[in-house]
Structures are given as structure tokens and as C-alpha cells.
């Protein structure tokens, strides 16, 4: 089973831009991989932000996009608010099966 | 627009059986999406326990595998996760999702003595 790894924390100013990313222990993330997104406030359930490497919900904030980078899954954050502070996790399929990095802490400060 | 509501108890004990229902409103179980459990222990990340896609064909973390069961109850437009010999290691926040886009409120199960 992969290994996925992410930053552990990010720090961003507000109004400002902040890459997170999303990596396999098997090599390059793929489209077929079909990284997903999700932010996660204190006490509250996951919510997704992006699906299939780069797809937003109808929820999901314009400043958030997502893409791949460097062969990494990316998740950008453009014009850092407040409410984005929030842990942020990427999960990639591989066989059938799902497999969740291990959260980036973004803090806006 | 997807609504899940998830059922089960909170406190489950050692070497028995966790089972929780989701039940799903606003879309038919058996028209597409994957349906699907994740869980979160206290303070820690998210670990995906597997998936049911709408025909029945179902799909498991490998470390969770020989414990697991995910199914469907088309005639109630729910499923369930079954997941037994529990230990205080699977105490943790369990969330059902459909395709990983529509979260359930997430049950707290406690396996204790």
C-alpha cells in the first residue's frame, strides 16, 4: 500500500497564495490517481473541496483549484481568508483502494 | 442534492461487532456513486475503510480487509459497515460519504469494556 505524503504545516498571510501537495510513495501522481481534497475545521466534519485532481462542488470557494505539480496532486489556495485556516487532506486510489495523506495544518496568519 | 444521515451505537466492546448504518436521501444507492466509510481517531487524520459502488461490488483498505463488511440495503436507500473484533485501537469518528463529495454527520464509537 502507497504512502502518501503531505507538508505537515503551511503558513500563509492573508490575501496571500499557498501550494499544498499531495505525493505517492510509488512515483508520480497520475490523473488516475483521482486525487480529492478535503478541509477539515476543529470539531466539524471533512468537507471537499476538489475532486478528480482539478473538479469543484458547487460549495467549493473560487480561490480554491486544484491540479498536478511537479508529479505531485497540488491544492492552491489564491487570496487567503480567515475561515481557510483548517487542517487539509488529499487522498489517491491506487487498486480499488483509497489512501489518505496525513493533513497539512494551513494557518493564516 | 445527497443527504446522509448516519445510526449506530457509541460504545461498542472489545472483540464484538461495530456496525452503523447511513441512511441516504435526495438519491437512489443503486442509481451510481460509490458509497463509502472513513474514520478519524481522536486527534489523528482520516483512514478510508473501504467503499460499495451502486451494483454491490465492494472495496477495502487492506489493512482493515479480513475485519470489514460494506453493504447495501437498496430497500431501505441505505448501507452499513460492519466491522468486528474491535479493539480500543478502532475507537475513532466514523463518517459515511457518498463518493467521497457528501459527508454523513460522523458517529463518535467508543470500543470499551
Known amino acids: 500500500q502507497a504512502v502518501v505524503t503531505q507538508e505537515p504545516s503551511l503558513t500563509v498571510s492573508p490575501g496571500g497564495t499557498v501550494t499544498l501537495t499531495c505525493g505517492s510513495s510509488t512515483g508520480s501522481v497520475t490523473s488516475g490517481h483521482y486525487p480529492y481534497w478535503f478541509q477539515q475545521k476543529p470539531g466539524q466534519a471533512p468537507r471537499t473541496l476538489i475532486y478528480?485532481?482539478?473538479n469543484k462542488h458547487s460549495w467549493t470557494p473560487a480561490r480554491f483549484s486544484g491540479s498536478l505539480l511537479g508529479g505531485k496532486a497540488a491544492l492552491t489556495l489564491s487570496g487567503a481568508q480567515p475561515e481557510d485556516e483548517a487542517d487539509y487532506y488529499c487522498?489517491?486510489?491506487?487498486?480499488?483502494?483509497?489512501?489518505f495523506g496525513g493533513g497539512t495544518k494551513v494557518t493564516v496568519l | 442534492q445527497v443527504q446522509m444521515q448516519q445510526s449506530g451505537p457509541g460504545l461498542v466492546k472489545p472483540s464484538e461487532t461495530l456496525s452503523l448504518i447511513c441512511g441516504v436521501s435526495?438519491?437512489?444507492?443503486?442509481?451510481?456513486?460509490?458509497w463509502g466509510w472513513i474514520r478519524q481517531p481522536p486527534g489523528k487524520g482520516l483512514e478510508w475503510i473501504g467503499s460499495?459502488?451502486?451494483?454491490?461490488?465492494?472495496s477495502y483498505n487492506p489493512s482493515l480487509k479480513s475485519r470489514v463488511t460494506i453493504s447495501l440495503d437498496t430497500s431501505k436507500n441505505e448501507y452499513s459497515l460492519r466491522l468486528n473484533s474491535v479493539t480500543a485501537a478502532d475507537t475513532a469518528m466514523y463518517y459515511c460519504v457518498a463518493s467521497l463529495g457528501y459527508w454523513g454527520q460522523g458517529t463518535l464509537v467508543t470500543v470499551s469494556s
Open positions: 487522498i489517491l486510489y491506487s487498486g480499488g483502494a483509497g489512501v
Open positions: 460499495i459502488n451502486h451494483v454491490g461490488s465492494a
Open positions: 435526495g438519491y437512489s444507492i443503486t442509481s451510481g456513486y460509490h
Open positions: 478528480d485532481t482539478n
